[in-house]
């Protein structure tokens, strides 16, 4: 029983710890090929991200203008002028970014 439980909890921890370093993976390629444009607050107020017209990530109301399927496909296809991110994330870093995204919506 001891055993069992002690198993389960090194799993649960492992998994926890998982999901941190995503998040954390996700906060750096943000602020390595996002954040020039889009800003480190997702509100899209940099020089570019105000040239391009980018949305604001902190708005629920833009939020909800796309689908999380969507930005995955924008971040490694391209959208717009925005270029693709194929040959620099992967699709699992891709779906932490949107997450990552998410997170900005107040």
Do not use: P
């Amino acid at each position: 029983m001891k055993t069992t439980l002690s198993i389960t909890l090194i799993a649960v921890a492992f998994a926890l710890g998982m999901n941190s370093a995503s998040a954390a993976d996700a906060a750096a390629i943000w602020t390595s090929n996002c954040a020039s444009c889009h800003g480190s607050d997702g509100k899209g107020q940099t020089t570019m991200g105000k040239k391009q017209k980018v949305g604001d990530y902190t708005d629920a109301a833009a939020q909800a203008k796309f689908t999380d399927e969507e930005a995955v496909k924008a971040i490694l296809e391209g959208k717009g002028k925005m270029k693709g991110f194929k040959d620099k994330v992967s699709e699992a870093e891709a779906k932490d970014l949107v997450k990552h995204v998410r997170a900005f919506k107040k």
